[in-house]
């Protein structure tokens, strides 16, 4: 049964980052720095970024709405929260309309890990859990 199950996350078009995933590398992000570091920092990554397109910014919601082209074209949400003074969390959501025969899943996840690793680069990285 969790072959099967794993075989259809492989087709799955859409991810979330939460604290409540099972897979580790997925959980939020939370960084020892304040959220108006963090927002700008992560603006500023996504628009040197050839590949994303940022549609839609709203700091008083914590949001950057990004279309992005490659290495499929999909369209992600992050999410950025301020937890405490020098606490900020990091979520993402990402999804494409594409279909591949070999699943996109592994490719949005491919895409939201490295985004991690270089927001990694940016702000020191408390723990990708929580607990709450």
């Known amino acids: 049964m969790a072959i099967f199950g794993n075989l259809l996350i492989r087709f799955t078009k859409h991810l979330e980052t939460s604290d409540h995933q099972k897979d580790d590398s997925l959980k939020t992000h939370y960084y020892k720095a304040t959220f108006d570091r963090v927002f700008s920092s992560v603006e500023e990554l996504l628009r040197q970024d050839a590949d994303c397109r940022i549609t839609t910014v709203s700091k008083e919601r914590g949001e950057i709405a990004v279309e992005m082209n490659k290495p ?6 992050v999410t950025i ?11 993402f959501t990402i999804s494409s309309e594409k279909f591949s025969p070999t699943g996109i899943y592994p490719t949005l996840r491919k895409r939201i ?3 991690y690793e270089r927001i990694n680069q940016l702000h020191t990285l408390i723990k990708p859990i929580k607990n709450i």
């Open 81 to 91: 929260i301020s937890v405490s003074a020098m606490e900020t969390a990091v979520d």
């Open 113 to 115: 890990l490295s985004l």
């Open 72 to 77: 499929i074209p999909c369209f992600l949400i």
